[in-house]
């Protein structure tokens, strides 16, 4: 299929008629600019790009589930969970939000597994090894679920128990957050990113994942700002998203 860009200020509508056309049915990525105008393609052009619409065509048509963990991926999760003082709703929220499950996953920046870890971070939450054996020790799943878990525990005890400032933190960096005065800094991606996540956590909610509420009879709406907070959670409840990973 040929690249295609479209840029809307009506971006859930341009998106729901590309994903709707036989003649166009792939995968749906939107990237917003600074001045809010929503940009589609195919493909992640760059670590902007977030998946909007999963092509679906091909599976089993209701409703639809978030991407579950492997059992081997839910049980490290539990584990660090248990071992860190974590919800495990939480660390399967984060872990969701970040790589989607995926071990293999690398950022555009360099941001590796599951847990999506820069090498220093890696290392300095307990992944051993210095340059190539720290990259592969960085692949491993228990070691990056630990790390990750441990970065996740420490942040919320710098930022008091403060789940948005944690989260933000872990998206943007603590210098991030400390510059923008002890709050969410003002990046798109990084308020994107918490709204998402807090949307998504149940505490206390069963290890079997969060369900994604089915959409196909709902009617379409037209949000133009990316930052508006209820429409972002009421439109990411109805549909498979994976954020950007940026570091």
Known sequence: MSTFILRSRHWLGAALLLSCSASLAADVYVSFDDQGMAHFAPTAL??????????????????????????????????????????YALLHAVAQAESGFDTHAVSPKGAVGVMQLMPATASQYGVPGTDEALQANLRKLDLNVNAGSRYL?????????NLELALAAYNAGEGAV??????????????????RIMAAYQPGAPKTGI???????AASAMWTRQDDAKAVRQFEQGF????PRKR
């Open 46 to 87: 760059d670590d902007s790009y977030r998946l909007l619409f999963r092509d679906l065509s091909t599976g089993a048509r209701g409703a639809r589930r978030a991407a579950e963990p492997s059992p081997e991926i839910r049980q490290a999760l539990e584990q660090a969970a248990q071992r860190h003082g974590l919800d």
């Open 153 to 161: 525990r420490a942040l919320l005890d710098r930022y008091d128990g």
């Open 211 to 217: 369900a994604v509420a089915d959409n196909s009879g």
């Open 178 to 195: 400390q510059r923008a005065g002890n709050r969410v800094p003002d990046y798109a991606e990084t308020r994107n990113y918490v709204s």
């Open 240 to 243: 498979m998203v994976v954020p």
